[in-house]
């Protein structure tokens, strides 16, 4: 018998028009810890996110990061970026791989232990990375490309969100 939240975030999943072939059981699909792994485009910007599920600790994580790299020269001030976006950040964070080509994106988590999570609460919660990283990603390739200190960068970001609120 499958376990409720499981089930749950399977039935989300098949909302969303994943096909459960495209999920990656670690433990044979018995397995507590399931994965997908999909690029989505998002607008005219193409996505990868990649989503966990532990059944046991009944937690989902996303991580989604834009298709492009960070080059050598621009890991400090990428790494500044990412520092400063995330103080105060209520909902999931950036994170960066520190190394030359290393990828920034956005991660959320959801735990719902003693809760079963409705569609709706998934919905927000994935949506949540996926807006996160489109709306940094222009800012973060700014600063990559020398337009824009971090500073700069997420000043302009702040100034775009309330423009269009």
């Known amino acids: 018998m499958i376990d409720p939240f499981a089930q749950r975030v399977l039935d989300f999943l098949d909302e969303l028009g994943v096909r459960r072939s495209e999920l990656r059981y670690r433990g044979g699909t018995e397995g507590n810890v399931f ?20 059944v046991p600790a009944k937690t989902l994580a996303v991580w989604t990061f ?31 791989e520190y190394c030359p080509g290393g990828r920034v994106g956005f991660s959320t988590s959801l735990c719902c232990d003693g ?19 489109w709306e940094h990603a222009p800012f973060i390739r700014k600063v990559i490309a020398g337009e824009m200190t971090p500073v700069e960068a997420l000043s302009a970001l702040e100034e775009a969100a309330r423009t269009t609120r």
Request: net charge negative; aromatic share 16%; with cysteine.
């Open 115 to 133: 809760v079963e999570p409705g569609f709706a609460a998934l919905r927000n919660w994935l949506h949540t990375s996926f807006w996160r990283t």
């Open 66 to 96: 834009p298709l492009f790299g960070v080059p050598e020269d621009k890991l400090a001030l990428v790494a500044e970026y990412v520092v400063r976006a995330n103080y105060g950040c209520w909902h999931g964070h950036l994170e960066m």
């Open 35 to 54: 994965d997908l792994h999909q690029n989505v485009v998002i607008d005219t910007e193409m996505f990868y996110w990649d989503l966990s599920g532990n």
